[in-house]
């Protein structure tokens, strides 16, 4: 019996260039040894041949396809020097975390605020260099460390005056002190008179620089000791605020800032955890609040909320948002957010099962809370268990930034994707997964194919129930020790489905009710699908065929990526 070959072909979008298969690369550089051309986010041939660099495919993951073209390649892009803004070849003058407008000034470069992707913000100016030279001398033999706090890196030993000495397989450290320095070369005196011993770190997790450092209205001193941080607070006595597990970060896009925290309307207090944040968000001070009481609709409730912070996460907040909750089944609940004055997008799909009448005994009971600002709570009638408790805080309903956090009954979570998990069960460890469908190779905590919003719990009496986030938007949720969930989105509106099981295959079976079951393939169709990245012509695919079927090999489909030069002129 023959089958039919389906012949799936992506091609790349051609130019006058010319575009390499890792065939047919004429560069004699190894893909391992060549140097990236086009470090930041959103590479492409055309923007690759544009600086002056070779654009070929590779052979494995991990070596780039935008390279320099020689041996001696520098790691900055060729062309013109920056005179303003709207320079073609823009070179990053702050490749570190931290980056911001005052620091980019303190280092004679410019700022350039930008909407593309991966373009850097603080750029070099007419030849303006944002790095220091190595210094003059060889590797000491007795090193003492210049780099004691997190995050040391080449560049930055250099920018503290200090020799990069790799040690590999040793305890030794790898930025120190030239030979004959036993204190750090001086920082023109420490303008703070706290003991080193008694400095808090102002830049938890590493990767700290002066500039970073003091555009966050911290403190910059180096230190004459190992794992004294040289960025720190101008207090001793930090608050201790609540519990580290209790926290929902105030500044989830990274970094820290006093400042920015307390525009936010945020709290700051001290950590006992490297992982939990300083910079968390108050009940008192940050949220929604409900509006008289909740309203009686004919499957459920609804709740208008007003905000009540001044404060804000990336403005243009939504004063005034409206919360209906949709008895679906007896087994499934409706939370659905949204702004009843302005339209915003919602995922066309035609979630299926809703009984036509509310049911008359659902599994589920529904609670709100106003003190100190709202939050509600899903309960399981039959065991009490609380499944949704949004008292951890941090609502937010803004134009482009959404978040809501739950605590959760345990900490045995499956779900979420599309990713590549280390184990099934999640770990609470303020561990994140960002959800944004793209073509790459697996690799752990990136975002791949497809955006699967759902998750599985299992409660410590073996009931269990699931919830969707239907959103189509980029999206990430971070688990935290409470145990507690953290879900945000760039877009569109919070709307939950709660399925209430209670066991796991019944919360699958009301999940796939809601949202369709997997399609299921005819018989005839089952086969080999033959999955090749790098054909360079359409002979080549044909020949593969062949050798398929002289081996008698059932070929369902083929799924080719070929390059346009050689390709498209057969469709």
């Not at 069960?425 to 990136?446: T, V």
Request: glycine share 10%; proline share 8%.
């Amino acid at each position: 019996m023959r089958f039919i070959c389906f012949v799936g072909v992506f091609v790349s979008v051609c130019g006058l260039s010319t575009a390499y298969t890792a065939a047919s690369c004429p560069s004699t550089i190894s893909e391992w040894d060549r140097v990236d051309c086009y470090p930041e986010a959103g590479s492409n041939e055309q923007a690759c041949i544009g600086k002056g660099c070779m654009w070929c495919e590779t052979n494995q993951q991990g070596p780039p396809w935008c390279f320099y073209d020689t041996p001696t390649a520098t790691t900055a892009p060729p062309g013109e020097e920056c005179g303003s803004c709207s320079c073609v070849n823009k070179v990053d003058c702050y490749p570190e975390p931290g980056s911001s407008e005052a620091g980019c000034y303190s280092r004679g470069c410019l700022w350039c605020p930008s909407n593309v992707n991966g373009e850097p913000w603080c750029i070099q100016s007419d030849g303006t260099s944002s790095t220091s030279a190595p210094p003059s001398g060889s590797c000491p033999t007795t090193k003492l460390d210049c780099y004691s706090d997190p995050g040391s890196n080449e560049q930055g030993c250099y920018d503290r005056g200090c020799l990069w000495c790799p040690a590999e397989g040793t305890n030794d450290p790898w930025c120190v002190f030239p030979e004959g320095v036993t204190a750090p070369p001086s920082s023109g005196g420490c303008p703070a008179t706290i003991p080193e011993s008694q400095r808090i770190d102002c830049w938890p997790g590493g990767g700290a620089t002066q500039a970073g450092c003091e555009s966050a209205g911290c403190i910059w001193c180096e230190s004459s000791q190992n794992d004294v941080p040289w960025c720190f607070f101008n207090t001793t006595n930090l608050p201790e605020g609540i519990d580290d597990a209790e926290r929902v970060n105030c500044i989830p896009e990274g970094g820290f800032s006093p400042t920015t925290c307390q525009e936010r309307g945020c709290a700051f207090a001290n950590v006992n955890s490297p992982d939990a944040p300083m910079c968390y968000y108050s009940n008192d001070n940050y949220g929604y609040t409900m509006v008289g009481d909740a309203v009686a609709t004919y499957n459920g409730y609804r709740v208008t909320l007003q905000k009540i912070s001044s404060g804000s996460m990336f403005g243009d907040d939504v004063d005034t948002v409206t919360l209906d909750v949709n008895f679906d089944t007896s087994s499934r609940l409706r939370l659905k957010f949204f702004d009843e004055q302005n339209d915003r997008f919602e995922v066309p799909l035609d979630i299926k099962g809703a009984d036509p009448t509310p049911p008359s005994d659902p599994l589920y009971d529904v609670m709100f809370f106003n003190e100190p600002s709202f939050y509600f709570q899903v309960v399981r009638k039959s065991t009490g268990t609380i499944l949704l408790d949004t008292s951890l805080g941090g609502f937010t309903f803004s134009n482009q930034f959404l978040q809501i956090a739950t605590r959760l009954p345990s900490t045995t979570m499956y779900g979420f994707g599309e990713h590549e998990h280390q184990t099934l069960a999640h770990n609470f460890n303020w561990e994140s997964f960002g959800m944004y469908a793209r073509d790459q190779p697996p690799d752990p905590g990136a975002n791949l194919y497809g955006v699967h919003p759902f998750y599985v719990t299992i409660e410590d009496d073996n009931n269990a129930h699931g919830v969707l986030f239907l959103n189509s938007n980029a999206q990430d949720v971070t688990l935290t020790p409470a145990p507690g969930l953290v879900y945000r989105t760039i877009g569109g509106i919070l709307d939950m489905y709660v399925f209430l099981g209670p066991e796991p295959n019944s919360v699958i079976e009301q999940y796939t009710s809601a949202i369709g079951t997997t399609f299921l393939p005819p018989y005839w169709s089952l086969g080999f699908q033959l999955c090749r990245y790098g054909y360079g012509s359409l002979d080549t695919v044909k020949e593969t065929v062949a050798r398929m079927d002289a081996y008698d090999i059932p070929l369902v489909s083929c799924d080719i990526i070929v390059t346009c030069d050689k390709i498209t002129r057969h469709h």
